[in-house]
């Protein structure tokens, strides 16, 4: 079984969207393992760090929309420290391009699924060539 | 090791058919604290609700592992199950086998549903109980903004039987409506009546709010009023301060009151005797702001108007009449019947004072070419802009505005009148530029949020949930500037040195403190980081 | 307070590499309050770290803790078992922590995990700028409340220079303000430029001998 | 053998100094190839101290070889390089060996120069290191000892007339007039006005204070906004950069010279002020073609 991708779903928009990608009969990769939170503002850059440390293939943030934020700074400051963990994990050497994040609003399963295709598709292509 | 844990699996009455729960059970009855695997058919359900209680009851167990459905849905229905057996609701950790597992994937995913339950499982092992506490709170209601919209809901409030507070800089209530936009607009002569005469409302004339403290229930706040400082308390506060509307005549000089507003062309027609009618009317209008509504319906009511009145020729300037404000079609479609004469221009027209009347050179697009007319009256472009003191208030309040300035209109979560500190709302012109129709709405929406929060007297709110731990806070005032509901303060306990303090009925539980804090002193009960950390280390597990 | 900033991961792979067991220590007082070494950073910096020795294969083990304030003896002292058991200590404390520190385990190295900055205050939330040299005879009295001696990036005491840019910015960095202009619009708000026009003789540099030893009286 | 510029400075002539930068390294052929060209050009001829605060053959140096010459030196002293000791000491070696005109300036920031890492020193500041020469005259040295041979210093500034704000740098030019000063040299000026408002609110001060009016060639658009970024002190307004845009590829130092020389002749002829220094870093042999421009030679 390929190595996980955790995804830190925000419980406004990405943890809805994963339900109903599973209620509309949409698959997507089965590595992927989803953490509930209640704002993509909680996750912390140590949270990502925790997940590498655990040998995770790649580690997603997923908040609402630019600007429709439930917390109005939550996904803003989600982005900032995502970026910072990019810089963090790049200074140890691992590869920063493992930890992303994404908006997407609750009603859009299709954007959800699309978005867990492309980084399993990226890592799988990236273990191919190593 | 002392066996705490219950965990209930649910097969969704055979809707899971890709997870082979005997499997799953064999699995987990290993883990070392856990008490027992239940597997039922339909946990939902009474009869399934029922089981959970009689189990835990039994089996004495401390936390609880539900793995079935979505908790989006079920979390608080198996919460409530939960304190029927006598356990605290947050003692509750589910997976979800259903909609995240078994229908997103093909073929057989025991082992990834073995994989999240143990996730589940590692976070109940660590979960703490939350009390449900009740906070007294006051009932009254300060509305900022004696316009149209304050007193509406003053009024309303007042028949709910909660009293108001209204707060009007000016020194006469409605102020600004005097100079009525469109010509049909409503009289707000019985309406100030009214509400003077209301003894659930108190007006404050030539007042304004000047500080303010607390949250949600308990605001106190100190009103200047003929130089000395009132101080209040107050449950709720609603900001229905209105908008400014700027005349965008160009720089020409008003060449002897030749180019209007709207409020001066009605004064025009209501005036019953006027030496001479003007021949031509123009209005300009859409190009500041392409979706305008009020601009939109002043300018059609008024150009009607004045075609009735004055059988003038009417001229009417815009880019694209959007008609998206109720009722604003049938005025358009009435006056194209009455042979008023729109002009599509993709620019703003230029407007020159010659010889005694207004001449307007506009690139039509229907004709292609610059054309020119005069008119003995033009209505310039009014643009609708925030309250001049808007930026003031919203410092004072703590609350922010959108890219042109006015209170939250874009925010899903919010629309149409919260904000994002609990028990605040705005209504109205403040809110942006918005017709009649959605003021009304705002008003009702607003006073029935209010009522609704403040009529049962009390608040009941989840005691410390998300709090800071006084010995580990440095007072480094992060958490204070990025809470971005303006929950949390700094107190001074007894003789404790001052440290950060999380308001409860304030607090929107986001995490955002809890994450940014550079003494991990805050904790978020649930999702606190060894819960989070803890759901992590099940992983690569199987 | 003191404003550090935390040293880049090639210099402390680096100190820690020929060591198999290490403890980092934080401080829960100024570093804390400017996000260089509170309790979140060693979290942080352990978790870098372990995740950088993993990738080379050469494992180590992280202890983390943080004491309230590494300047003080009696509380570095909790730290003495956890010391006992690693071969290195990283501390994320300012300069008088991590020598604190090095005093009272002088069998252990004792390496620094932060560059200790200046004094300052946050300019916003995540931005600090400094504002005191230390410098041991305080002339805020002579400027209206801004400090030449470190906020000029000349130390002028008879400011500006001829460099400053349009808009009353440094010479060095478009970024910062000149400190003689601040002091200038200060003094001018409070009627006060005849203060900026009286000429500043040349400062006692020695005010405070270093090292600095100050003996409160004896309560 | 040049007249004294102290003399100079009494008469009514319109006065002309030009600035040499020395190389980066201990041969002066170079150097003094320009004191050769310039020594009977001008009225006397500034070394610059680590111009830009980039690391060169040091301005004493200069001045005695110009002395030795026969041109007029005047020494720049900054701040920057040296504490009080140092420079006093300087000051004594360069009066024994009859240079005795200095120039009292701050001196630019080490970051903008070719040490970046170095300590700057900043004892003193131009304002303090003209009491101190004006101590050193009086023979005393800083700390009142008395001085076994005073020095007879003839002391200038510098000033910038374009600087933005322009207030706290009126404050500052008023302190070193009160502290006493026989000539200012300004920075690069291009806005004549500038330069005329300067130089009156100087004269509500110090009457006789010589004022020469700072003129840097540019000699291209790039470099134009190139010394603007970096260059402190240095604003050279939009309408020349255009102006210099205009010029046809490769006339770009002909132009800089042309717009220099045109400047030169407006204070000349409207009286602005009592002369010009001219600082063409790095082209000092340009200067004698500006002056020709300009109609002063």
Known sequence: MSKEIVAFCCQHSAYPAADLAGKSGLRYAENVRIIRVPCAGRIDVIHILKAFEKGVAAVLVLGCEEGACHHITGNDRAKERVKYAEMLLKEVGADGGRVKMYNLSPNAPHKFVKILDEVSKKIADEEKQK | MEKEIG????????????????????????????????????????EGKGTIVSTIKDKGVEKVVIAACSPEFTEHTF?????????????????????????????????????LIKMAVNRARLLQPVQKKELPINKDVLVIGGGFSGLNIALQLSRLGLRATVLEKEAVLGARLGEAESFSSCDMGPMISEVESDDNIEVLTSAQLV?????????????????????????????????????????EPDSGG??????????????????????????????????SRFPTLATLDNALAAKEKWDSEVYVFCKSVKVDSKGAEKLYREARARGIVFLKCETPPKVLAKNGRVEIQAQDILMGEDTVFACDVLVAEQQILPAEDADILSSLLNVGRDSKGFYQDENVHLYPVALERKGIFVVGGCRGDLDGGRVLSDISSAVMSIYELLSPGKIVVDSEKVKANPQKCVACLTCFRVCPHSAIQLMRAENEKEVAQVADAACDACGICAAICPAKAISFEGYTDEQIVAQIEALGTS | MIIAERKLMEEIKRLVAPFKKVLVAGCGTCVAVCWAGGEKEVGILASQLRLARNAEGNKITVLEATVERQCEKEMVLELKDKVAEVEAVLSLACGAGVQTMAELFEDKPVFPAVNTTFIGKPEKEGL????????????????????????????????????????????????????????????????????????????NYRAVKRPGRIQAVKA | MAKPFREILKTKEFIVTAEAGPGKGSNVSKIVEHIE?????????????????????????????????????????????????????????????????????????????????????????????????????????????????????????????????????????????????????????????????????????????????????????????????????????????????????????????????????????????????????????????????????
């Open chain 4, 37 to 297: 060209l310039l020594r009977d050009k001008v009225h006397a001829l500034n070394v610059t101290d680590n111009q830009s605060s980039v690391m060169r053959y040091p301005s004493l140096g200069v001045c005695l070889l110009i002395k030795e010459h026969g041109g007029e030196p005047i020494l720049q002293v900054t701040c920057r390089d040296r504490n009080r000791l140092a420079i006093q000491a300087d000051l004594l070696f360069a009066h024994s060996r009859g240079i005795n005109n200095v120039l009292c300036l701050t001196g630019d920031s080490i970051d903008v120069g070719d040490h970046k890492e170095a300590r700057q020193v900043f004892d003193l500041d131009s304002v303090q290191l003209i009491h101190l020469v004006h101590t050193l005259n009086s023979g005393k040295d800083m700390a009142g000892n008395e001085l076994d041979g005073a020095t007879d210093f003839c002391i200038g500034t510098s000033a910038t007339p374009s600087a933005d704000p322009i207030e706290p740098q009126l404050i500052k030019v008023e302190k070193k007039l009160k502290a006493g000063v026989n000539f200012i040299q300004t920075q690069a000026v291009y806005e004549l006005d500038e330069l005329k408002r300067f130089v009156e609110f100087v004269r509500k001060i110090d009457e006789k204070v010589k004022i020469l009016g700072g003129i840097v060639p540019v000699v291209g658009a790039k470099m134009a906004t190139y010394m603007n970024e970096n260059v402190p002190g240095i604003f050279i307004p939009q309408r020349i950069i255009d102006e210099l845009a205009q010029a046809p590829k490769g006339t770009g130092v002909a132009k800089g010279i042309e717009i220099a020389a045109r400047m030169i002749r407006e204070i000349k002829e409207r009286k602005v002020c009592d002369g010009v220094h001219i600082m063409f870093i790095g082209r000092e042999e340009k200067v004698p073609e500006i002056l020709k421009a300009a109609g002063l030679l």
């Open chain 2, 258 to 291: 030749k180019i209007l507003s709207q409020a001066e062309l009605c004064r025009m027609l209501a005036a019953q005797s006027l030496e001479k009618q003007p021949r031509t009317v123009g209005f300009i209008f859409d190009f500041a702001d392409e979706n």
């Open chain 2, 79 to 115: 919460g409530e199950v939960l304190e029927k057996a006598g356990l605290n609701r947050h003692l509750l950790a589910m997976a979800n086998v259903r909609e995240q597992c078994a229908w997103a994937h093909q073929g057989d995913v025991t082992k990834k549903a073995i994989q």
């Open chain 2, 7 to 46: 965990i209930f699996l649910c097969n969704c009455g055979g809707g899971i058919k890709n997870i082979d729960f005997d499997a799953v059970r064999e699995k987990l009855v290993q883990i070392s604290d856990v008490a027992f695997v239940a597997v039922s058919s339909a946990l939902c359900l009474e």
């Open chain 2, 211 to 251: 500080r303010i403290e607390g949250n949600v229930g308990n605001f106190s706040v100190r009103i200047q009023k003929a130089g000395e400082e009132i101080p209040r308390k107050y449950g709720a506060i609603v900001v229905a301060t209105g908008y400014r509307t700027q005349l965008m005549a160009s720089s």
């Open chain 3, 128 to 203: 600090w700028t400094e504002m005191c040299g230390a410098c041991g005879d305080c002339f805020l009295d002579r400027t209206g409340g801004v400090c030449p001696v470190v906020r000029c990036a000349k130390g002028l005491l008879n400011g500006p220079c001829g460099g400053t840019r349009k808009g009353g910015k440094c010479e060095i960095d478009p970024e910062k303000d000149c400190a003689w202009v601040l002091i200038y619009r200060r003094l001018e708000k409070q009627g006060r430029l005849a203060l900026m026009r009286e000429y500043n003789p040349p400062k």
